[in-house]
């Protein structure tokens, strides 16, 4: 028989916005409001069945006619409405749940570092000076309007600057933002049972709104 092992801390959750606190040595520090849970427990998943052991989670309400029909079905087997934001959380072990269950913010009690992941915000089309920070060409009078751009790519080529295309990897202009992020190593500040949120110290990727999943941090080395 597999070992059962308890779940790591983990919930979905909206980003509220930032405010500050104080803390008991009267030190204020930024922090990022996150309403996380209650989460619906939708699907476990084991070896034997899937492959792998993960607790599949859905947060958020959402209008049935804003949803597709599988979402409705697959969420109706556990008696919930459609849910908004549905992510899986992967488990070393056989986990400890099982599908209908409600996970609050009480599996939080006793984590002092959190992981964050998000969407980040869009800002489509950029530059390299916006997007990547370059400093642009001289501000010269032998320079005509070619101030932001970000110069000869040429020598960056294939082939040693003799091949057909841009070796991959080249920063140049195009989309910036919108894409998944994690960071990492947050202080987790304050838990609010009573309303279902988290107070993380720092900002954490995307809009006020926007969809995060929180965790316990993977990688931060608490003393004891």
Known sequence: MKQVKKMQPALLGKKIGMTQVYDDNGVLHPVTVVQAGPCK????????????????????????HRATQPIIGHCGKVGAGPLAYIREIRCEEMPQKEAGQDMTVDCFEGVEVVDVVGTTKGKGMAGVMKRHNFGGQLAS??????????????GHATNLGTGPKIKKGKRMAGR????????????????????????????VPGPNGGWVTVRKSKTARVKA
Do not use: W
């Open 41 to 64: 427990v939708l699907q476990v998943k084991t070896e034997e069945t899937d492959g792998y052991n993960a607790v599949q989670l859905g947060f958020g309400d959402v209008k049935c």
């Open 141 to 154: 009078h032998g320079v005509k309007r070619k101030h932001r751009s970000p110069g000869s790519i040429n």
């Open 176 to 203: 910036m933002g919108g894409g998944k992020q994690t960071t990492r190593k947050h202080r987790l500040v304050k838990i609010d049972k009573d309303n279902n949120l988290l107070l993380i110290k720092g900002s």
